[in-house]
């Protein structure tokens, strides 16, 4: 049984050895000496390239991506000047496609990288051309964005914490303010005094004191003299 096994398992990766090599024999178009002499044509023709007039000229027909990209090449052209030698060079191969990478100096002490990807037939099918930068150039910029974002939110934080804690402020005016209009409606309003009307009382000042000399025999009114009235209701 272990013997059958064996030399399944052996059949297997004969074929799928073999699958393997079929492959790459028909995938001739992706040799990679042929692709990366063309990728370096291609790298130095793009030094020579006129991309500003190509801007000029078909700049309605370009899309904005394509003309932003196109304007970028020329500021590259500019910045860098002209091709000085290729440095290092890559090569990666997928299933129908490859990749062909360049690092070039330029007069100007710059360096640049341009990324040419082939099809199947080896055709051409995208480029593109950017700064090179060094692995610590990388990490710093990384580092320098993770900084900015940790930053960002702990400022963010920062501000929430603050708005939080004024809410405790706000609740203690509003009740201050609760309060002082509950006082003030506990508050009785102030009796209205009524005018008093001197005539009537002169009338029973007169009443009372003619009242009170007829009930005494021995005193005249013009002795007496009322003081003060106390109403009782």
């Known amino acids: 049984m272990k013997k059958k ?7 297997i990766s004969c074929l799928i050895f073999a699958t393997g090599c079929s492959l790459t024999r028909e995938n001739e178009n992706l040799n990679e000496k042929k692709l990366s002499e063309n990728a370096e044509a291609f790298v130095t023709q793009w030094f020579s390239y006129d991309f500003a007039a190509t801007v000029e000229q078909y700049k309605d027909q370009m899309t904005s991506d394509q003309a932003e990209s196109y304007e970028n090449y020329v500021k590259m052209q500019e910045e860098h000047g002209a091709m000085k030698e290729i440095v290092d060079s890559g090569f990666s191969l997928a299933s129908d496609t490859a990749s062909v990478t360049k690092t070039v100096t330029t007069e100007k002490g710059g360096k640049l990288v341009f990324t040419v990807t082939y099809d199947k037939n080896g055709e051409i099918s995208d480029w593109k051309a950017e700064e090179y930068q060094s692995i610590g150039e990388i990490m710093g910029r990384a580092g320098l964005n993770t900084v900015m974002s940790m930053a960002i939110v702990f400022l963010v934080l920062i501000f929430i914490s603050l708005l939080i804690s004024c809410f405790k402020f706000i609740g203690n005016t509003q009740n201050k303010q ?25 009338e029973l000042v007169a009443v009372i004191t003619a009242a009170i000399a007829a009930a005494s025999e021995n005193e005249s009114a013009d002795g007496l003299v009322v003081r003060s009235i106390v109403r009782r209701s």
Request: negative net charge.
């Open 5 to 11: 096994l064996v030399l399944m398992l052996c059949v």
């Open 178 to 202: 609760k309060v002082q209009e509950e006082v003030v409606a506990e508050v009785p309003a102030a009796p209205v005094q009524e005018e008093e009307n001197l005539v009537d009382d002169l």
